[in-house]
């Protein structure tokens, strides 16, 4: 292990597995086709699928991926970004990181030999080549447990990013979508969120992205869009509630109504402004001063 230290102060690979590996067919009931799990970007009349493929798409060209060599996307969930990059951004190889099993199994079965996936942590990579670009959607919510002191939380954000510096060639860009607090304190989130649907998963303030960023990264855009989220959250509802006689044959009706709970919780989450979507993207520069 590259270094233990950093990985156990974040989600452990159990509990990424307890709540990703579910069931692939549990979440193909409420996630859109390509099995996107984030916000989408939202416009008038989208479905689900347009609005997920808009926002693969903003992302991508945040991080300027289109026919680059060699793209990372830590936290590939199912791979609908890996996909998106070799077979509409003309990406010659894509490499994609994520703790759950289930999702490892989903992906090699694209058969797709400009994808690579690994059940590796960010904290144990260690490419043999740099990369022209880093894409990370829906996963720097897993990189800090709760309860750890905020030093130690801050020092896993900027090792993450002094990570991405290292596997990024000079000038390259990384585009970074994550939920963060906005007017909330950990103490007040919600307890089930934190013990039944995401355990050992605490999200960052902006202001500690930001810190963690510091003269190594340049942020040149960011944009908050909570309202995607409920957006998202309510068509995922939907889904789910349309399916729901399958899905509690799949997984029972204990772990289909926590899903429905947990959906209300973050919608309302989202809607008070308790949390936020940040989407941010940066670009590598050099510390000019020692
Ligand atoms: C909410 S999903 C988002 C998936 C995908 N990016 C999307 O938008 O559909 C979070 C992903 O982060 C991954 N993840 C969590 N912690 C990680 C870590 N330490 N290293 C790599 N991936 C991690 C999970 O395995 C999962 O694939």
């Known amino acids: ?3 233990p230290k950093i990985q156990e102060l974040g989600a452990s690979a159990a509990a990424i597995q307890y709540h990703y590996d579910q069931s692939n067919d ?3 009931l409420w996630l859109d086709s390509t099995n996107t799990y984030s916000a989408a970007i939202w416009q008038e009349n989208d479905t689900l699928e347009l609005a997920q493929l808009r926002k693969i798409d903003f992302q991508i060209n945040g991080a300027r991926a289109e026919g680059k060599k060699r793209v990372l996307d830590v936290g590939c969930g199912w791979g609908a970004t890996l996909k998106r990059l070799v077979e509409n951004y003309g990406v010659e190889k894509c490499v994609g990181l994520t703790l759950s099993e289930a999702q490892v199994e ?6 797709e030999p400009k994808i690579e996936v690994k059940l590796e942590s960010w904290a144990d990579h260690c490419p043999e080549e740099s990369y022209d670009a880093i894409i990370s959607i829906g996963a720097f919510e897993h990189f800090a447990k709760p309860n750890i002191s905020p030093s130690q939380k801050l020092e896993i954000y900027r090792t993450f990013f002094q990570r991405a510096h290292q596997w990024l060639k000079p000038g390259g860009w990384m585009s970074l979508q994550t939920i963060v607090y906005e007017n ?5 989130g919600s307890k089930f969120i934190a013990e039944e649907i995401f355990p050992e998963s605490d999200l960052p303030y902006l202001a500690e992205i930001v810190k963690a960023t510091e003269r190594i990264f340049e ?3 960011l944009q908050n869009d909570r309202f995607d989220y409920v957006k998202t959250l309510k068509a995922w509802r939907a889904r789910l509630k349309e399916n729901r006689a399958e899905a ?3 997984v029972g009706e204990e772990v289909v109504a926590k899903y429905e709970k947990y959906f209300g919780i973050c919608m309302i989450g989202f ?6 979507l940040a989407r941010i993207t940066m670009r590598r520069i050099e510390p000019a001063h020692k």
């Open 271 to 276: 809607h008070t402004g308790n949390m936020n």
């Open 26 to 28: 549990f979440y193909r």
């Open 106 to 111: 989903w992906i090699k079965s694209f058969n």
């Open 219 to 221: 942020i040149v855009t």
């Open 1 to 3: 292990m590259n270094n």
């Open 184 to 188: 909330l304190t950990p103490a007040a």
């Open 248 to 250: 509690v044959n799949l």
